[in-house]
């Protein structure tokens, strides 16, 4: 397994309806929940937003600038789809950029230089309420016109950068080695967290339950009760931190 189409693609062989990602959202009481299935066609629509739409080709840089929320896995899948290099907003030399609400004002002066999308991080990935900046692309109100299948033309290899500046320079194979070998959660668990998978410290989160066949319980605006019930109610078996 050297590239993310090879492990989501195992995955999806094996076990299509099993959850991968469940979101809850404690303070807005949120919950969403991805099976293998559903996340893949979420990456379709989003790989093809990315390259279809933005002209987004293999070897370029994407920076995620995305709170913990489930659309972080999913930018995730498309990036490396689409042969995307993974960088943080601390980076230099993006090509384009995902944000959030929070963060919209930063980047949005910056439209006429990259791609900028943003995300409301409403329920169901819907629109913005109100109109974004001009030049910025509201992510719900494209991406649900894109088709459920994409195919990449040129589509990365193990020996491609997936990964690069705050991540780490790490080619597709290693970063998939090293979630097969990782110890946050064992084959098939399923692991309750409060760290951000579109984030450095975090991404192993999602890549090892994604290639172990386990799945993700991504919690955000939580305490330690809440999260003791939900760790339980989630049938967990670890957590990370």
């Known amino acids: 397994?050297?590239?993310?189409?090879?492990?989501?693609g195992s995955q999806l062989r094996q076990d299509p309806g099993r959850p991968l990602v469940t979101f809850y959202d404690d303070a807005t009481g949120e919950?969403?929940?991805l099976s293998v299935t559903t996340y893949a066609n979420w990456v379709a629509k989003v790989s093809s937003l990315l390259a279809d739409e933005h002209d987004l080709e293999r070897g370029q840089r994407l920076c995620l600038d995305l709170p913990p929320h489930w659309l972080g896995p999913v930018f995730l899948g498309a990036a490396w789809t689409v042969g995307l290099t993974l960088v943080g907003p601390d980076d230099t030399g993006?090509?384009?950029?995902?944000?959030?609400?929070?963060?919209?004002?930063?980047?949005?002066?910056r439209a006429d230089e990259?791609?900028?999308l943003a995300c409301?991080?409403?329920?169901l990935g819907v629109r913005f309420a109100d109109p974004v900046p001009p030049g910025v692309h509201d992510v719900g109100a494209e991406v649900w016109s894109q088709p459920d299948a994409f195919a990449p033309w040129d589509p990365p290899t193990g020996a491609d950068l997936a990964t690069a500046?705050?991540?780490?320079?790490?080619?597709?194979?290693?970063v998939w080695t090293a979630a097969a070998a990782g110890s946050i959660v064992t084959d098939g668990g399923r692991l309750l967290s409060e760290a951000n998978p579109a984030?450095?410290?975090g991404l192993a989160t999602f890549t090892e339950p994604l290639s172990k066949g386990g799945s993700l319980v991504l919690v955000v605006h939580s305490g330690p009760e809440?999260?003791?019930?939900?760790?339980a109610a989630e049938r967990a078996t670890a957590r990370f931190p």
Do not use: N
């Open 226 to 231: 809440r999260l003791a019930a939900t760790y």
């Open 31 to 33: 919950r969403v929940e």
């Open 120 to 123: 409301s991080l409403l329920p």
């Open 165 to 174: 500046g705050g991540y780490g320079e790490r080619g597709h194979a290693e």
């Open 94 to 109: 993006a090509d384009a950029v995902v944000c959030g609400p929070d963060t919209l004002a930063t980047w949005a002066p």
């Open 199 to 201: 984030s450095p410290p």
């Open 1 to 8: 397994m050297t590239t993310f189409a090879d492990v989501l």
């Open 114 to 116: 990259i791609h900028v």
